[in-house]
């Protein structure tokens, strides 16, 4: 089975500029979720999709932050004007559910440095 | 409120020792599900154990043991003999009914020769 996989894996901005990453998640796999993770921290949840509809979103997600997942297969999360403190690591997660609570499965992450 | 306390920032042990990895947990959920994650200095998480809130049943994995307790909101992490391998940060993880995780700050093992 192919896991979960992000894109880019690393990537350096100036402050100001827009980035745009991207996860697609393991095949069939309904849920999907992203994650922000800053150095010494446990990751912090941003927002969640099932199939194509964004069901949840933290408050951590400012209006600079969007995310998609049009089809319900792949997602983006772009985050415009970017600042120095959105430096971190975005991790993207998958699982299947049909009702309850279920296994999330990561990718590698996106490790984002603004300058 | 929901969230998950590993008071251990760091521990260090000497290969082939046992170690155990705290989690306390606080939510006012009756149904709620707690995990742990690895997370290798490769930096991807993985998935180690699921535990739903009406399983309190002790669970042994190779050299892997988890004790959930309920009365004191625990569930506590102890590898066996431990290994070089085994050095990573361990995440605990608390998920209310169909929803996000919510980690713990997490706990550094290394795990000397």
């Known amino acids: 089975d192919t896991g979960v996989s992000q894109d880019p894996r690393h990537k350096i901005t100036k402050r100001g500029q827009n980035v745009t990453f991207r996860c697609d998640p393991i095949s069939e796999h309904n849920r999907l979720y992203w994650y922000r993770q800053t150095l010494g921290q446990g990751p912090e949840f941003l927002t969640y999709f099932q199939n194509e509809a964004q069901l949840e979103k933290s408050r951590l997600l400012s209006d600079r932050f969007s995310a998609e997942r049009p089809k319900g297969s792949f997602s983006t999360l772009e985050i415009q004007r970017t600042e120095q403190g959105d430096s971190a690591m975005y991790l993207c997660?998958?699982?299947f559910g049909t009702g309850g609570t279920d296994t999330q499965y990561f990718g590698p992450g996106t490790r984002l440095t603004v300058l | 409120a929901q969230k998950v306390t590993q008071a251990q920032t760091e521990i260090s042990v000497v290969e082939k020792e046992d170690v155990t990895l705290d989690c306390v947990y606080e939510t006012r959920d009756t149904t709620y599900y707690l995990f742990w994650y690895k997370q290798p200095p490769s930096g991807e998480l993985v998935f180690l154990i699921r535990r739903n809130s009406f399983d309190e049943q002790n669970e042994i994995s190779g050299r892997y043991s988890w004790n959930f307790q309920k009365s004191t909101s625990s569930f506590n992490f102890t590898i066996t003999a431990s290994q070089v391998v085994d050095s990573a940060v361990y995440f605990c993880?608390?998920?209310?009914?169909?929803?996000?995780?919510?980690f713990g700050q997490g706990t550094t093992l290394q795990v000397k020769p």
């Open positions: 997660a998958s699982s």
């Open positions: 993880a608390l998920s209310p009914f169909r929803g996000k995780l919510i």
